[in-house]
Every structure is written in structure tokens, then in C-alpha cells.
């Protein structure tokens, strides 16, 4: 039985009726110079089908060769995540059919993953920490990518599919958390602070660029509702690569709502994959979700146990960078902004950015005004999470060392930092092909001054008798005259000097 998008319940009434309980997946692409198991390189964007050799498109008699940088990022992923390193851990094939998987199985690790038994805690939007248990994390290998053409990109009304195999093979580490409970009506925000503060820490241990929009990290939410009085947990459902952090929150909240309404009209969830829809913030059925006997999983016959050394493993403890909430304590104690300000920096994922645009050279307190104010709107304009706007620190710091040297107008400088958004170049490229850069000729801001007082008698009286207020309304048509290139703070006092 299913429940359309109109059958939704409130989400109050949801909290009232029913304990969800969530469990979350996330895979991470580790951004090593070549994939798992072969030593095609892993660079994002090449042309379809030509990062491919016969391991990792599966060809008889290709055998695979672990990667050891991989290994290295899984134990400092372990290491971070408080978990335990397995001193022997086996590889195994996870067999089933899709057709982006060229071997029909994939090489992953089943009962015996390279570290378990963790935890990560976060920190909720008021100040609430939430420690989230960690029950693994486990290497694969990243299957290939569909392309389906027509349909509006879904195999369902597709006229025909694309195959793209350069994926396939690249190393991910896919860690997952045991059953959160007792979230509530956070359970979303829950969802979203774990993801968060997890893309954070692998970004501090440089493991991978953590691009949600390219897929380096991706979250499978499961999500099941218990009511009241159960027991036991409810029949779950599994979300597939949701690739954005907002995404999260609005999936977990979606399915909450969809499984309460089956539910209350009598009905039973389907234990399947569902896919996430951006467009509207609904999820759409996918396939029954398979059980582990469904795998048929069994030891990879051509990999040795992975079995690092003890003293390697203490070694790559000691080389473990400064934690993202270490560094950040550090950091507001340097900025000296209080708890309250230092949160909302973070609930709008802006201490990254910030930090990283003072270290290119800007200072810190222009750095968080552009990051929370007009780059917070314009992630909001375009939907999109605030490190994910096409823009770089480094890009930041030279649009403010632009302004603090005279040369742009904060005004100016929105101009240039939509520019860069949209894909138009470097700031001072832009600056230069549009000729932006601050007016500072007198002789041509003299004249356009003359001009606005001559098209307006009336105020250019009233700030002959004294009324200095009323020279806003000449520096606004100066403005506007010169397309914002004039410095307001001269025009004001050439208007003041030519009423004088």
C-alpha cells in the first residue's frame, strides 16, 4: 500500500503517534590518485569510459591489488571516528545485478569491516550535543553511473540508458551508524547535524574533497516509525544517495510523513529503495531492498586479508589533525564572538569558508560579513548549501582586498562575486572586462555632480541653506550615473563643497 504526496500527515501529529528510528549510510569517495583495486586514475569529469582497464570493468582472469592509501584513509577515518581497528579484515564479493556494475558483484567487506565500534558526537542548531554510535565503516569499491536518456533522467520512461564505467572501481568507505533513536521531532535535524559534522571531519583528515554535488559523500537515510507502545523497531525504508545536507532533512522529514500516513490508514511499508526527489522533497519507490542472505556474500578468493601493523597504526594516530570542534573553540576564542554567534556561524556551514578565507588573506571580520550575508543569500537564492556555491576563499579574499583597497565599492564587489558564480572568471579578470573598478577621476565625478544638482534645483538649495541630509538624494543619482563606480564617501564631499 502507498500513500501519495496529498495523503501526507502533519508532522506533529506524527511525533504524537509514532517513535521513528533512523539509521544512516554514508558513503564517501576517498580521494586517492587511483581506484580500489587497480591503478586507473580516479580524476572526476574525464570522458565516459576512458578511466577503465580490465580489473575494474571485470574481464576474466583480471585479479585486483588493494590500494594502500586507501587503507591508510580508512584506519584515519576509524581513528577520528573513535573506532576500533580490526587487526585482520577480510574483503568479500557482495553478489547481485545492476547494470553499472560490470563484474555483477562488487568487492566489499561483510562481517569483518577494517574498524568498528564508534561513535561521533554533534552538536544540534540551539546547542544540544547528540552522540550518533558508529557501527562500522568498511572499504568497497564505487560502482559505475547510468545515464538514462529521456524519461526526465529516470529509467522509467527512458528511451534508452548510457553506461559510464569510469566510477567503477573508485574507493569509498562506507560508514554506518547503529539505530538512532529517541530523536523525536529532531530526528531531521538529527539526520543532518551527523551528516554535517561528519563531511567536516573527513574534510580535516583529507580523505576526500567531500563534493555532495558530485557525489564524493552520499547518504542512504533509512527511516522507520514504531508506535508508541512497540517494541520492536518498524519496517524500514532506505533513501539512496541523497547529495546534499538540506536534502537530508527534507527526505528524513518526508518519509516520516509518508510512512505515518500508510500506517494510519491500516497499510503496511515496503521494505525498499527509494529515490529523492530535489524538485519537490519527495521520495519515489525504487526496488524491494534485498537482505544480506539476498548478496550471497562470501570471502573475495584473489584478496589476502588486510592485516596493518600495529606500530603503523599508532604511527598514523600521532599524525591525526586538529578536530573541526577543537578547532573551532580555537577559533572563537581568537575571533572573540560568543557561543550564540559562533552557532548560527556554524548552523549556516560558514566557519570552514571563514577560516579558510582568512588564511587567504583577508580579514577576519570582512570574511564572516560576506559568508553570512549576501554569499548565505545567494547560496539561498539558488538553493544550493553555502560551500557548495562555485566559489572559492581565495576567490573571497580577492574580492575584499579589492574593496579594501579602494578599488571596489561593496556594491561593485556583489557585482563581481555574481559574476564568479556564474562562471565568468577570477575577480580581477572580471573586474577588468567590465570595467568595475571605482571612479576615481574628480574632474569626471566633478561633472557628474554638476549634473545632478543642475536636474535638481529644489535640493541643491535646500543643501545651500544647511540641510546636509538632502545631498543623499544627488550622491544617489551620482550613483546611479556612474553604474555604483563612484566612491559615495568623495561624491558627497565634492556636493557639500560645490553647494558651499
Known amino acids: 500500500m502507498t500513500a501519495p504526496t496529498a495523503d501526507l500527515i502533519d508532522y506533529d501529529d506524527v511525533i504524537a503517534e509514532f517513535n521513528p528510528v533512523l539509521g544512516l549510510e554514508v558513503h564517501v569517495e576517498l580521494g586517492t590518485a587511483t581506484k580500489m583495486f587497480c591503478g586507473c586514475p580516479t580524476e572526476f569529469g574525464a570522458e565516459p569510459n576512458t578511466q577503465v582497464c580490465p580489473v575494474c570493468i571485470g574481464l576474466p582472469g583480471s585479479l585486483p591489488v588493494v590500494n594502500a592509501a586507501a587503507v591508510e584513509s580508512a584506519i584515519r577515518i576509524g581513528l577520528a571516528l573513535n573506532c576500533t581497528v580490526r587487526p585482520s579484515s577480510q574483503f568479500a564479493r557482495k553478489n547481485y545485478f545492476y547494470p553499472d556494475q560490470p563484474k555483477n558483484y562488487q568487492i566489499s567487506q561483510y562481517d569483518e569491516p577494517i574498524v568498528y565500534d564508534g561513535h561521533l558526537d554533534v552538536v544540534l542548531a540551539d546547542g544540544t550535543p547528540w552522540r550518533i554510535e558508529i557501527e562500522r565503516a568498511h572499504m568497497e569499491e564505487d560502482t559505475g553511473k547510468s545515464l538514462h536518456i529521456g524519461g526526465a533522467g529516470r529509467i522509467h520512461g527512458a528511451s534508452h540508458s548510457l553506461l559510464?564505467?569510469?566510477?567503477?572501481?573508485?574507493?569509498?568507505?562506507?560508514?554506518?551508524?547503529?539505530?538512532?533513536?529517541?530523536?523525536?521531532?529532531?530526528?531531521?535535524?538529527?539526520?543532518?547535524?551527523?551528516?554535517?559534522?561528519?563531511r567536516d571531519?573527513?574534510?580535516?583528515?583529507?580523505?576526500?574533497?567531500?563534493?555532495?554535488d558530485q557525489g564524493s559523500l552520499r547518504c542512504d537515510a533509512n527511516v522507520s516509525l514504531m508506535a508508541k507502545?512497540?517494541?520492536?523497531?518498524?519496517?524500514?525504508?532506505?533513501?539512496k544517495n541523497v547529495n546534499s545536507l538540506r536534502s537530508v532533512e527534507v527526505a528524513v522529514r518526508h518519509e516520516m510523513r509518508r510512512q505515518a500516513a500508510i500506517l494510519r490508514a491500516g497499510g503496511e511499508i515496503i521494505q525498499e529503495t527509494r529515490h529523492f526527489q530535489e524538485s519537490d522533497g519527495t521520495t519515489l519507490a525504487g526496488r524491494r531492498k534485498e537482505t544480506a542472505e539476498d548478496y550471497r556474500y562470501f570471502p573475495e578468493p584473489d584478496l589476502a586479508p588486510v592485516q596493518p601493523d600495529p606500530a603503523w597504526i599508532e604511527q598514523l594516530a600521532t599524525t591525526m589533525p586538529e578536530m573541526p570542534w577543537l578547532r573551532r573553540a580555537r577559533i572563537q576564542q581568537e575571533w572573540g564572538v560568543s557561543d550564540e554567534v559562533m552557532r548560527d556561524l556554524m548552523n549556516v556551514g560558514a566557519v570552514d569558508l571563514i577560516i579558510a578565507t582568512v588564511d587567504a588573506g583577508a580579514p577576519a571580520e570582512a570574511s564572516r560579513s560576506w559568508w553570512v550575508s549576501f554569499l548565505a543569500q545567494q547560496a539561498n537564492t539558488r538553493e544550493v548549501e553555502l560551500a557548495d556555491l562555485p566559489i572559492t576563499p581565495a576567490q573571497v579574499a580577492s574580492v575584499i582586498a579589492l574593496v579594501e583597497a579602494g578599488k571596489l565599492t561593496n556594491k561593485l564587489a556583489q557585482q563581481v562575486i555574481v559574476a564568479v558564480l556564474d562562471g565568468e572568471g577570477e575577480p580581477e579578470a572580471i573586474v577588468a572586462d567590465r570595467g568595475l573598478e571605482v571612479v576615481r577621476d574628480d574632474s569626471a565625478l566633478q561633472k557628474a555632480v554638476d549634473e545632478a544638482l543642475a536636474a535638481n534645483p529644489d535640493i541643491a538649495e535646500k543643501i545651500r541653506s544647511g540641510k546636509v541630509a538632502a545631498a543623499g538624494k544627488i550622491v544617489g543619482d551620482v550613483m546611479k550615473a556612474t553604474r555604483g563606480q563612484a566612491d559615495p564617501a568623495r561624491v558627497k564631499e565634492l556636493v557639500l563643497a560645490s553647494c558651499s
Open 164 to 198: 559510464d564505467y569510469n566510477r567503477a572501481g573508485v574507493p569509498l568507505v562506507e560508514i554506518v551508524t547503529r539505530p538512532i533513536e529517541g530523536t523525536g521531532a529532531r530526528a531531521p535535524e538529527v539526520a543532518r547535524a551527523y551528516v554535517t559534522a561528519l
Open 201 to 212: 571531519l573527513l574534510k580535516a583528515l583529507d580523505v576526500s574533497d567531500v563534493r555532495m
Open 229 to 239: 507502545d512497540a517494541t520492536e523497531f518498524g519496517t524500514r525504508t532506505e533513501t
